[in-house]
């Protein structure tokens, strides 16, 4: 199943929120949206979803499951005071949906939850109950999952551990998988393809490694040693502490990293540092 939204347009009031929006999510791939909370990620994905009446375009979910999306917007909707067990219950029971405690057991398990925890879900961490509604969202096996701003809030740990489940999700289930974040550092590193809005307009899109290369002028590489560089410099660069920002472009990266190990320096990291002005389309004043 595939999501396909087409020339969408939303106004409230005088104010357009989306302007001609389009994207698309195929199975198995991870669609990311990047934009500044009131971009209109969350406005898009409610019409998506059919909570909100778009002005116009149009959306197409092609596919023959029982439930065409699952979905998680403005964070997970639970009962805090039943477990996490009791929980999916009450879902599946809202969706007519009969569920053996086997599969409930299953569910759980997929999503990383033990299924011996009986407590309720106001004890859980904001990464557990965000993989609860993500374990609901599953409910009646859907093939296209909407999460909205899924990392907002967690902790390094919560975030890499989410991380693995959205890609597993999308890989071994074939799921197709659109997510919205302002924070474009988780974005690449899942993402097969990207679409950047900006005030209610998508400015920049496309496969996700180069879109980040084609708008990053800056690496910071990191090491022990990397003032005692010779290779460095033929950049402009500074350093500061024991990492060098270099001004250099993606492809000259690797023979640089080469010339590095080649001079015994030996790198911690190499993180590219995005030129967000021109991710986001913003001419110079």
């Known amino acids: ?22 994207i698309q999510c195929a199975p198995g791939e991870i669609c990311g949206l990047l934009g500044a909370n009131g971009a209109g990620k969350t406005t898009l994905f409610k019409i998506i979803l059919g909570l909100t009446t778009a002005d116009g375009g149009e959306v197409q979910v092609r596919g023959n499951h029982t439930k065409k999306i699952g979905a998680i917007i403005e964070g997970p909707a639970l009962y805090e005071y039943l477990n996490a067990y009791e929980n999916i219950k009450v879902f599946s029971l809202a969706q007519q949906m009969k569920i053996t405690k086997s599969e409930i057991e299953q569910l759980l398990i997929k999503v990383g939850l033990l299924t011996d925890r009986k407590d309720p879900v106001r004890n859980f961490s904001l990464g557990m109950k965000q993989r609860l509604g993500i374990a ?22 919560g975030i890499s551990a989410l991380r693995t489940l959205i890609v597993g999700l999308a890989e071994k289930e074939k799921l197709a998988i659109i997510l919205s974040s302002h924070i474009i550092e988780e974005l690449s590193k899942i993402c097969n393809t990207l679409y950047v809005i900006k005030e209610g307009q998508i400015v920049n899109s496309g496969a996700a490694q180069k879109m980040i290369a084609d708008n990053t002028d800056v690496y910071a590489i990191a090491a022990n040693n990397i003032h005692e560089s010779v290779a460095l410099k033929k950049y402009p660069h500074h350093i500061t502490g024991q990492c060098a920002h270099i001004t250099i472009h993606a492809a000259a990266i690797p023979a640089l990293i080469a010339q590095l190990q080649a001079e015994n320096i030996f790198i911690s990291s190499c993180t590219p540092e995005l030129n967000m002005e021109k991710l986001f389309n913003i001419s110079a004043s």
Request: hydrophobic share 40%; proline share 7%.
């Open 1 to 22: 199943m595939s999501i396909t939204a087409i020339n969408i347009t939303k106004s409230f009031g005088k104010r357009r929120v989306l302007d001609n929006v389009s």
């Open 136 to 157: 609901i969202s599953l409910l009646n096996n859907p093939s296209c999952l909407i999460l909205d701003e899924p990392f907002s809030g967690l902790d390094p740990m």
